[in-house]
């Protein structure tokens, strides 16, 4: 392998990789606050590029505005979601699990309905190869790792650094020693749901210039977030980044050497880590249910 | 005395259902009924043991896989290949349960949903499998003398049998000293763990046995149905075992099942909407039963009951 293949096989990796990190923090964030586990997470991150296709082309709205404003569409749909349906079963996990798997069907086939099966996709944004060495490097997969570190940055601030973030950390430690501090536990709740959701919206945003859109592509996603999540655990942030790039990685790098035998590859890697660490790398095995 | 009556007159109504029912489509809506009515009584008996599946649908499709791979290419008659799928689902049941019951909650939902796509994956693009196209004439049951399965009412007392056999079996399991250490598991797990049940073993032992039931299902239906494809064994189906017990009642682990199964099942047939917006109305069922009546429809005599009750106290506290 030349280093130049190597590189070219890093950034593909990369690109793809931050991509789950984006969508499984996300995942991780509305498990790990509002104590639901998104079934509809994949069908977010569809609505989201919906939304941008749909600025983008019939809109003709700037790319970068339409992500933007495309997030916040998904935000406010994820926050009226919580309020109609997961707000009156919350802290009761199977109850909201079911209820978003009913969700995400409900949204999938009423895409399919409304949309039609017919494959769409945006111009691409950026075009051009930057030359690093002997490799050549589409522009388009480097700016999608620029822009989804740039956002993790982001939500890393959000988290650590304001008050939001603060009331988020003290109801996921606790719920009810948080609300005794004063903290509207529903309004975090919420906005953990929209703040998660908005941030599959803005990888579905992200991806959109580069992917073909359809109405089922949310199942395929949810799936690859499934395996990052055994892969990092679902406790931490850390265990999605760890675990998002290692998938990413092990699919580039697994379908240049291994062919269609890549995913084969890729389960059995989950398999091994499922064996000695059953919590993922980052999690514990918690005995609650 | 009442009950008695009651249930003898409902026994023979199912067994004389075949005279009843004259078209052979709601001869076939039967058999899928029944089928449905194993498959969530799998996913019940995991839930008796505090686990949540949604790959239910995997080991469905393991049996019909195996016992269809034995009869077409060993030439072995169905009456062997049916044991000898559920034992194959079983020892694929215990490698896999071994390394996943470690870990339950939301950990457990997510790696049986990864098998249950991985299956669907393999079935797809292994050759040997028969591939997306899925295996096409699968033959019949063999005739037992002058018995032949072709018909679809010998084929619905066929699985009419396996399902009273999975009732039985499901009923002796949980009146037995395991049924009882599956409950206490499920109410408390660390309790239970203190009073000297092993929470690995107990719970790989109802995920074998779920599998199992789940096995032969899938096997009756591969002879039954003739073809079988990936399409079928989807997580759909997977979420859909899932509504029908949490639609019955979760608490109820033979009775819900049937229930629910019972209204998913001819439901669509009476609203007769089309196949497109199905899922739409199954997703919306899910979400307002779960917000309006999370014990499920065999929850509600007990509401009602509650309801004097409450008016009651409701009443004493305003005077007092």
Known sequence: ?289 | MKEVTVFILFGILILLLPLILKSPYQMHLIIMLCINIILAMSFAMLFSTGLITIGAAAFWAVGAYASTLFVMNLNISFWLALPLASVTTGVIALVLGSIIVRTPGVAFVVQTMVINMIVVQALGQIDFLGGWGGILGIPRPNPIGPIKFVSKTNSYYLILFLLLLTIVLFYALYSSRIGRAWRSIRLNPRLAQTLGISLFRYRLLAFIVASVSAGWAGSFYAHYFGTIEPGTFSVFKSIYIQIYSILGGLNFYIMGPIVGAFIMTLMPEFLRVGKEIEPILTGGILILLVIFLPGGILSIPERISFFPKMLQDASSSSRG
Request: proline share 2%.
């Open chain 1, 1 to 289: 392998m030349t280093a130049a293949l190597f590189t070219q096989l890093l950034v593909n990796g990369l690109a793809t990789g931050m991509v789950y990190v984006l969508i499984a923090s996300g995942l991780i964030l509305v498990l790990g606050v509002a104590r639901i586990f998104n079934f509809a997470h994949g069908e977010f991150y569809m609505l989201g590029a919906y939304a941008t296709f749909a600025l983008c082309q019939v809109l003709q709205v700037n790319f970068f505005i339409s992500i933007i404003l495309s997030m916040f569409v998904v935000a406010l749909l994820a926050a009226i979601c919580y309020r109609l349906i997961f707000h009156h079963i919350r802290g009761n996990l199977l109850l909201c699990a079911a209820a978003s798997m009913g969700l995400s069907m409900m949204f999938e086939r009423g895409a399919l309905v409304s949309f039609g099966t017919q494959e769409r996709g945006l111009p691409s944004v950026f075009t051009g190869v930057m030359a690093i060495g002997d490799a050549a490097l589409p522009v388009e997969k480097i700016a999608v790792i620029l822009l989804c570190v740039a956002i993790m940055l982001g939500l890393y601030y959000l988290l650590m650094r304001t008050k939001l973030g603060k009331a988020m950390r003290a109801v996921k430690l606790d719920t009810e020693v948080a609300a005794l501090q004063g903290i509207n536990t529903t309004m975090v709740y919420a906005l953990a749901m929209a703040v998660g959701c908005s941030l599959a919206g803005l990888a579905g945003g992200i991806i959109a210039p580069l992917f073909s859109i359809t109405p089922n592509m949310g199942h395929a996603m949810l799936l690859k977030c499934f395996m990052v999540l055994i892969v990092g655990g679902l406790e931490s942030m850390l265990g999605g980044v760890v675990g998002g790039l290692i998938i990413g990685m092990t699919l580039s790098f697994g379908y240049y050497i291994l062919g269609g035998l890549s995913e084969i590859l890729l389960f059995s890697i989950i398999g091994m880590i499922l064996v000695f660490k059953p919590g993922g790398l980052f999690g514990e095995v918690v005995e609650d249910v």
